[in-house]
Nanobody
Framework: QVQLVESGGGLVQAGGSLRLSCAAS????????MGWYRQAPGKQRDLVAR???????NYADSVKGRFTISRDSAKNTVYLQMNSLKPEDTGVYYC?????????WGKGTLVTVSS
């Protein structure tokens, strides 16, 4: 079982930056896929970025060039660096891990971008 705890959300003005962190309970190098998802008010939860075991990444088109996902295996932590934030980036950001076809989720951290 994997436990995930997100942190780093908050209120920021448009154009600003935030870095989200996701601390995992186990060795993240053994986790095939970890990712960040976003759920805006009244909308479904959508993928923002994913990082695979050997370091490859992919991003939603809406965040390409602005967000960067990375990980520190020594700290069992995955990060999401968010730059040039826009009001439409507002939402609850969830960290997720997929292990043996089971998805694990954190409780989320709220990001609010004001215009």
């Amino acid at each position: 079982q994997v436990q995930l705890v997100e942190s780093g959300g908050g209120l920021v003005q448009a154009g600003g930056s935030l870095r989200l962190s996701c601390a995992a309970s186990g060795q993240i190098f053994s986790i095939p896929v970890m990712g960040w998802y976003r759920q805006a008010p009244g909308k479904q939860r959508d993928l923002v970025a994913r990082i695979f075991r050997y370091g490859s990444t992919n991003y939603a088109d809406s965040v390409k060039g602005r967000f960067t996902i990375s990980r520190d295996s020594a700290k069992n932590t995955v990060y999401l660096q968010m730059n040039s934030l826009k009001p439409e980036d507002t939402g609850v950001y969830y960290c997720a891990a997929t292990v043996n076809d089971i998805d694990y989720w954190g409780k989320g951290t709220l990001v609010t971008v004001s215009s």
